[in-house]
C-alpha cells in the first residue's frame, strides 16, 4: 500500500530555513505527482507547490516563489521541500500528498503524517 | 488565479439529517474540483474527485455535483463520524486552491 513518512517536527527561529522529507513506498515513485499542503493553526489549507518525481518539473505557488523549493532523490523515493526566510506566519503544519492518478490532475488521495513546523524566536 | 468560495463556512445539523455544501468558482473549471474530509489534527481524507466520482472506500452517503462554476457536496444522512470540516479543490489550473473550508457541527 502506498506510504508517505514525513521527517519529524522542526522549531526554527526567524530568518531561518527549514527542510522537510516524505518518503514514498508502495508505488513507482516516478509515476506520480507529489504535492505539498500547509495548515497554519485554526486554519484552513493552502497549496505549496508539486513536483513532476521523474524529471524534477515544479510549480509553485506565487506567494511562495522565491522562498520555497521542491526537490526530490529518485535513489531513495523521497521528496524535499526546503523553505527560507522564515517568519513566524510560516507556523504550520506541513502535509504531502500524492496525486490519485499519473495523469491528469485528479486530486490527492494519499497523505503523509505531516510535520509540524514552528517559527518562534 | 481561480478563486474557490464555500458556503456556509460553518453549518450545525444533527444525525439523519440531509446536507449540502457548495463550492463556487471564479471562472470555469469544467469537472475538475475535488473534495476532502478533514477532523481535528488528522490529515485530510480524499472523499470525491472529478466533481462525482466517489474515491474508493468512501460511503455512497456521500455525492457531488456540478460542473463550471457551481459545485456541491451532499451527505444524504449525517453519521456521527461525518462531523468534520469539509474542503472543496480545483485541478483545472495552478496554482491548485482550496476553498476556504466549511465546518460541520452537530446541532
Known amino acids: 500500500q502506498v506510504q508517505l513518512v514525513q521527517s519529524g517536527a522542526e522549531v526554527k527561529k526567524p530568518g531561518a530555513s527549514v527542510k522537510v522529507s516524505c518518503k514514498a513506498s508502495?508505488?513507482?515513485?516516478?509515476?506520480?505527482?507529489m504535492h505539498w499542503v500547509r495548515q497554519a493553526p485554526g486554519q484552513g489549507l493552502e497549496w505549496m507547490g508539486v513536483?513532476?518525481?521523474?524529471?524534477?518539473?515544479?510549480n509553485y505557488a506565487q506567494n511562495l516563489q522565491g522562498r520555497f523549493t521542491m526537490t526530490r532523490d529518485t535513489s531513495t523515493s523521497t521528496v524535499y521541500m526546503e523553505l527560507s526566510s522564515l517568519r513566524s506566519e510560516d507556523t504550520a503544519m506541513y502535509y504531502c500528498a500524492r496525486d490519485l492518478t499519473s495523469g491528469a490532475a485528479a486530486g490527492t488521495a494519499d497523505w503523509g503524517q505531516g510535520t509540524l513546523v514552528i517559527v518562534s524566536s | 488565479d481561480i478563486q474557490l468560495t464555500q458556503s456556509p463556512s460553518f453549518l450545525s445539523a444533527s444525525v439523519g439529517d440531509r446536507v449540502t455544501i457548495t463550492c463556487r468558482a471564479s471562472q470555469g473549471i469544467s469537472s475538475y474540483l475535488a473534495w476532502y474530509q478533514q477532523k481535528p489534527g488528522k490529515a485530510p481524507k480524499f472523499l470525491i474527485y472529478t466533481a462525482s466520482t466517489l474515491q474508493s472506500g468512501v460511503p455512497s452517503r456521500f455525492s457531488g455535483s456540478g460542473s463550471g462554476t457551481e459545485f456541491t457536496l451532499t451527505i444524504s444522512s449525517l453519521q456521527p463520524e461525518d462531523f468534520a470540516t469539509y474542503y472543496c479543490q480545483q485541478l483545472d489550473s495552478y496554482p491548485l486552491v482550496f476553498g476556504q473550508g466549511t465546518r460541520l457541527e452537530i446541532k
Open positions: 508502495g508505488y513507482t515513485f516516478t509515476s506520480y505527482y
Open positions: 513536483i513532476n518525481p521523474s524529471d524534477g518539473g515544479t
